[in-house]
């Protein structure tokens, strides 16, 4: 009597659950993957903003900018930014200098997300 060379129900479920188990853990790694990038997309975008904010304040005049002062420039920020705010607060650590803090929040998957930016701003300027 001669067997037939063939697979059996049971070694075909096997491998055809062994596929489905392989192609679910590799499905959630790409999903990962995509959210990682996603996080780290909105963070750049973010800190562009800040920086670019922080940018156009040392281009004005330093007169303009008081200790104690809140600028909002949630206006100004990509509307990729889900949920977004921006502000600015102004201090004055020492005579004739001027620091910025910039923040910006969002929220991403259900999480608030908080970027601050600093800088020093001179009344001579930057090389002085």
Same mark, same amino acid.
């Given at each position: 009597? #001669?067997? !037939?060379? *063939?697979? %059996?129900?049971? #070694?075909?479920? /096997?491998? $055809?659950?062994?596929?489905?188990?392989? =192609?679910?853990?590799?499905?959630? /790694?790409?999903?990962?993957?995509?959210? $990682?990038?996603?996080?780290?997309?909105?963070?750049?975008?973010?800190?562009?903003?800040?920086?670019? #904010?922080? #940018?156009?304040?040392?281009?004005?005049?330093?007169? %303009?900018?008081?200790?104690?002062?809140? $600028?909002?420039?949630?206006? !100004?920020?990509? =509307?990729?930014?889900?949920?977004?705010? *921006?502000? /600015? /607060? &102004?201090?004055?650590? =020492? !005579? *004739? $200098?001027?620091? &910025?803090?910039?923040? &910006?929040?969002?929220?991403?998957?259900?999480?608030?997300?908080?970027? =601050?930016?600093?800088?020093?701003?001179?009344?001579?300027?930057? %090389?002085?």
């Amino acid at each position: 009597m #001669e067997k !037939d060379g *063939g697979f %059996t129900l049971v #070694e075909i479920l /096997v491998t $055809i659950l062994l596929l489905g188990i392989a =192609t679910a853990s590799l499905s959630s /790694v790409f999903i990962s993957i995509r959210n $990682i990038q996603l996080q780290s997309s909105y963070y750049d975008t973010a800190n562009r903003a800040a920086a670019r #904010e922080i #940018e156009s304040l040392r281009n004005d005049s330093y007169a %303009t900018l008081t200790a104690g002062q809140t $600028i909002n420039f949630t206006a !100004d920020l990509p =509307t990729t930014l889900p949920n977004r705010n *921006g502000t /600015v /607060v &102004v201090s004055a650590p =020492t !005579d *004739g $200098i001027r620091r &910025v803090d910039a923040t &910006v929040t969002y929220k991403a998957q259900g999480k608030t997300r908080t970027l =601050t930016l600093s800088s020093l701003i001179g009344e001579i300027g930057i %090389t002085q």
